[in-house]
């Protein structure tokens, strides 16, 4: 969505941004050439592999951009506060995570059950589905991944450990809940749910949105691109909170209401969505979309 990117963060030459997630480049690149000859930008990835990638992609730009191996979550502890004119999140596994087997990000070919974007992390997929109680670990499938059938998958892994590859538990998955004639693989659930314990991405994205509303100046933009609905109900929660003018308790109590200026308004309510032509050249596109929001 690079396109859409650069409009809903305005790029503009001599302007500074921030790319929580560098990925392999590609957005950073835009950003870089759009804010030419001057302008400023700052990234990070939790993956060291991608941001080795991602600088000698931008090779030519040396000098104009910074880069750290880290989460957004931590943003704000290393860019000024207020002096970002665009903060851009794109959620999610990167194509190259997902095309390595070796990542353990997918079960359309066998690799270690790993899942961790942050190499150096001391947690995997194998640990969590190894030492995780059942009950737990069914939890996880239907806090992260919404998978129904996850009681049951859970006892089934239990029973079946040591696990320690992709295929053995994609075809254990299979197994235990048949695909009967669904286009999704039974697996699909379960695997974005081990990848999003193992990395702590909604805790991370809950941070992250927070560190980058200190670091945007006034009337700078954040972007934010989801790929599942628990990443957008974060977003839209998000949202939503910080455009009232007052703070709320949970649940929302009106006479227990704090008033407050809004820190943020939704330039648009509706989500941005990928174009004919980005899907067509990009299928995993298919289940993105963008949400901006701009700093008052």
Not at 94 to 108: I, K, N
Not at 277 to 290: D, I, T, V
Request: aromatic share 6%.
């Amino acid at each position: 969505m690079t396109t859409e990117v650069l409009a809903a963060l305005q790029v503009r030459p001599g302007g500074v941004y921030a790319d929580g997630t560098v990925g392999g480049g590609g957005h950073s690149e835009a950003v870089l050439k759009a804010s030419a000859p001057n302008g400023k930008l700052y990234g990070c990835d939790r993956d060291r592999e991608a941001l080795a990638a991602a600088r000698q992609r931008l090779a030519e730009f040396a000098g104009r951009f910074e880069f750290r191996q880290d989460s957004f979550a931590n943003l704000d502890q290393w860019i000024e506060a207020g002096s970002c004119d665009g903060v851009l999140l794109d959620l999610g596994v990167s194509s190259p995570q997902l095309d390595w087997p070796e990542r353990g990000f997918s079960f359309q070919s066998d690799g270690p059950l790993d899942m961790r974007m942050n190499q150096d992390q001391e947690l995997t997929a194998a640990m969590l589905i190894n030492e995780m109680a059942p009950e737990d670990l069914a939890g996880v499938f239907w806090e992260y991944g919404g998978e129904q059938n996850s009681r049951r998958i859970a006892r089934a892994i239990a029973q079946a450990r040591p696990l320690e590859r992709t295929r053995q538990l994609a075809e254990l998955i299979e197994r235990v809940s048949p695909r009967a004639g669904k286009k999704a693989h039974p697996a699909t659930k379960s695997f974005q749910a081990l990848r999003i314990a193992v990395n702590d991405e909604i805790g991370n994205l809950r941070k992250g949105l927070e560190a980058a509303v200190k670091i945007l100046r006034p009337g700078g933009r954040l972007a934010a691109i989801s790929f599942n609905g628990l990443e957008d109900r974060v977003l839209k929660k998000f949202g939503s909170r910080l455009s009232r003018d007052y703070e709320a308790s949970e649940p929302d109590v009106p006479e227990l209401r704090r008033p407050r200026p809004a820190v943020l308004r939704w330039v648009q309510r509706k989500a941005i969505m990928p174009g004919a032509s980005e899907l067509a050249e990009n299928p995993r596109a298919r289940s993105a979309q963008c949400r901006v929001m701009e700093k008052l």
